[in-house]
């Protein structure tokens, strides 16, 4: 088993290794403020050592597929919650009656999935993608330290580091479509340009929008593959698209279990402006990872 880093009783266990006594006033709290500066998220688990589904659900976390997830995209918080006498807010705030009880946090503690009861390995895998997948939710970049000032930049390859302070708004992306010689519908009300793109395995629907009041532009493709819940292969292809966006430079699938639609989505911070080329870069970039992986995900929703 890899050496992550749990807490259980106030105390920072390193699992299957050396015992570090390091006293934590909240380990939750200090695995939010872990996850926040290493770019990861936080995956706690409410355990005691008199319930048998949690040493059973212990065997699932020392799988190897399970432990290597939860090791390169987690911080691992364990709390023994004794007879329910420990850790009292923490089993009130999420409503912990039973255990085991999994939850998956962001790096600002926000609550993006809880599972009650124990899953076997392959069920635990797929209950992790299903919950990144309808967050939305994407590995950050590591916090920089303090000391160096930073820059609002889009994640995106080859962005210049020179942009243009301009307003960013919808009739400057219609400007920017315009130089791209592509065609567009501009809604101006509502803040976006619509078109087709032609790639080379499909054509994509996509959506170019400007948020003026919070600084930021979206490069969206919608109605990318229908992926419906209850699809034999809807668990093979979640965990496919949740393994791409853990590697994806630029932009996130995302899917919404109501419909099964699957999109890709880019935002860029538009505080210090967007350039032309920033833009281009942007776009083809989205437009690339949508055509570059349709082959590969068609192939895994026929049960390829």
């Known amino acids: 088993m890899r050496g992550r880093i749990a807490v259980s009783l106030g105390l920072a266990v390193i699992v299957g290794m050396s015992l570090c006594q390091c006293v934590l006033a909240d380990p939750i709290t200090d695995g939010i403020v872990a996850a926040s500066k290493s770019g990861k998220y936080v995956l706690v688990d409410f355990w005691a050592d008199w319930c048998g589904w949690c040493k059973r659900m212990d065997v699932t976390l020392a799988d190897p597929k399970v432990d290597a997830l939860v090791h390169d995209n987690f911080v691992y918080v364990k709390l023994d919650v004794g007879q329910f006498d420990k850790y009292t807010d923490r089993l009130k705030q999420y409503n912990v009656t039973g255990i085991p009880v999994m939850l998956i946090l962001d790096g ?13 390995p392959e069920a635990f895998l797929v209950w992790e993608a299903k919950t990144m997948l309808v967050a939305g939710a994407k590995p950050v970049e590591p916090a920089a330290p303090t000391a160096v000032a930073t820059q609002p930049a889009a994640a995106v390859p080859a962005q210049p580091t020179v942009v243009v302070k301009q307003s960013v708004d919808v009739a400057l992306l219609a400007k920017y479509l315009g130089q791209m010689n ?18 080379e395995h499909a054509t994509y629907e ?3 929008l400007a948020d003026t009041k919070a600084s930021r532009a979206s490069i969206v493709v919608r109605h990318y593959m229908t992926v419906a819940a209850a699809d034999k292969n809807c668990d093979k292809v979640l965990r496919h698209l949740m393994g791409l966006n853990w590697k994806l430079d630029a932009g996130k699938f995302e899917w919404n279990p109501d419909d099964g639609e699957v999109g890709l989505a880019l935002v860029l911070n538009t505080e210090g402006g967007l350039s032309f080329d920033a833009f281009k870069a942007a776009f083809d970039a989205v437009k690339g990872t949508a055509d570059e992986k349709y082959p590969e995900l068609q192939k895994a929703l026929n049960g390829g």
């Open 108 to 120: 600002q503690g926000k609550l993006l999935g809880q599972q009650v009861g124990y899953l076997p």
């Open 206 to 208: 996509m959506y170019v």
């Open 182 to 199: 592509l065609k567009f519908e501009t809604a101006t009300e509502k803040g976006y340009c619509h078109l087709f793109v032609d790639g």
